[in-house]
């Protein structure tokens, strides 16, 4: 019989389980938050607000209806960053999730606890304008912009909190990396079917004005139909535009083959790396689009290569 895990408290790091080497800030517990949100300058604001204004252009014909709904819902460009207690108040009454302020990266494993109890940490701080087109690490504006409107929704609350509960057994079974590319290829940049037509609801396309639309028109990558057990096989690109992005027909359809399903199977059968390069298109892939893959062919961002 399964021991069913404890979700009320962070989950062990079992000795065998590596982590990125992150150095926790002085005054912070084990669950890596701070006290409270800062508090920003006024061109720090106007940092939000430019972002904002550029981005909100981009998302009609872009962005899946279930993210501007959530948009509008919040309000999120009333002026200046938003204050995480309102929007916690906002999202609380609507599926039960607060914004909790961190001040960098956090450890996979706090990550997964705090998703797991329905809360989401957001960097507590914003980009400079010497960053404004491009940042490395995940600042307030991705964080909230990109994340946080899809949290308003009941069946993308529900996914989001499945994941983060997954990742009890990928630490039994060492096996981040692979829960690590659901993510990635899912939360952060995820496509979606809307009357017949690709739509974003990935974080990081959303919240960047080039992969929005390079990810749903651009030649370059491939566009496949989603695969839980072949996407946590698959590399992924951290610092450039994705090679593939997978696509679902409804975020119904993402709990179902997620949350419904035991991963014990494709965890015992996983090896340590990724079997699946990240440009591959398989034979057994439902490809919506077989890309050229031009794009990281001629180098990527690094070379200055365009985004086609």
């Known amino acids: 019989?399964?021991?069913?895990?404890?979700?009320?408290?962070?989950?062990?790091?079992?000795?065998?389980?590596?982590?990125?080497?992150?150095?926790?800030?002085?005054?912070?517990?084990?669950d890596w938050l701070e006290r409270a949100q800062r508090r920003y300058s006024a061109d720090e604001?106007?940092?939000?607000?430019?972002?904002?204004?550029?981005?909100?252009?981009?998302?009609?014909?872009?962005?899946?209806?279930?993210?501007?709904?959530?948009?509008e819902r919040l309000d999120l460009g009333r002026g200046g960053v938003p204050d995480f207690n309102e929007i916690s108040e906002e999202l609380g009454g609507l599926t039960g999730?607060?914004?909790?302020?961190?001040?960098?990266?956090?450890?996979?494993?706090?990550?997964?606890?705090?998703?797991?109890?329905?809360?989401?940490?957001?960097?507590?701080?914003?980009?400079?304008?010497?960053?404004?087109?491009?940042?490395?690490?995940?600042?307030?504006?991705?964080?909230v912009f990109g994340h946080v409107p899809l949290l308003t929704d009941p069946v993308f609350a529900n996914?989001?909190?499945a994941y983060g509960r997954a990742g009890w057994k990928a630490l039994k079974y060492n096996r981040l990396k692979a829960l690590s590319?659901?993510?990635?290829?899912?939360?952060?940049?995820?496509?979606?079917?809307?009357?017949?037509?690709?739509?974003?609801?990935?974080?990081?396309?959303?919240?960047?004005p080039t992969e929005t639309v390079f990810s749903t028109e651009g030649a370059s990558p491939n566009r496949i139909h989603l695969n839980v057990d072949r996407v946590m096989r698959t590399d992924y690109t951290i610092?450039?535009?994705?090679?593939?992005?997978?696509?679902?027909?409804?975020?119904?359809?993402?709990?179902?083959?997620?949350?419904?399903?035991?991963f014990e199977p494709i965890y015992e059968s996983l090896a340590p790396g990724f079997q699946y390069a990240k440009t591959a298109a398989l034979d057994t892939d439902h490809i919506y689009h077989r890309g050229t893959q031009e794009y990281e062919l001629r180098g990527g961002r690094g070379s200055g290569a365009k985004p086609v």
């Open 45 to 71: 604001h106007r940092i939000w607000d430019d972002l904002y204004e550029r981005q909100i252009a981009l998302m009609p014909g872009h962005a899946c209806r279930e993210f501007l709904h959530g948009l």
């Open 1 to 30: 019989m399964t021991t069913p895990f404890d979700y009320s408290r962070i989950p062990a790091l079992p000795p065998s389980v590596y982590v990125a080497p992150l150095k926790r800030p002085a005054g912070l517990g084990d």
């Open 159 to 161: 996914y989001m909190e």
């Open 239 to 262: 610092s450039d535009l994705q090679a593939t992005y997978f696509v679902i027909e409804s975020f119904r359809e993402l709990f179902h083959l997620t949350e419904q399903r035991g």
């Open 97 to 143: 999730w607060s914004v909790v302020p961190v001040p960098m990266l956090i450890p996979d494993h706090v990550f997964y606890y705090h998703l797991a109890n329905r809360r989401f940490p957001a960097g507590n701080f914003i980009r400079t304008r010497e960053e404004f087109e491009y940042i490395k690490e995940p600042d307030v504006f991705h964080d």
């Open 181 to 208: 590319a659901l993510y990635w290829y899912t939360v952060e940049f995820g496509l979606i079917l809307e009357d017949d037509q690709l739509r974003i609801y990935g974080a990081g396309i959303l919240s960047g």
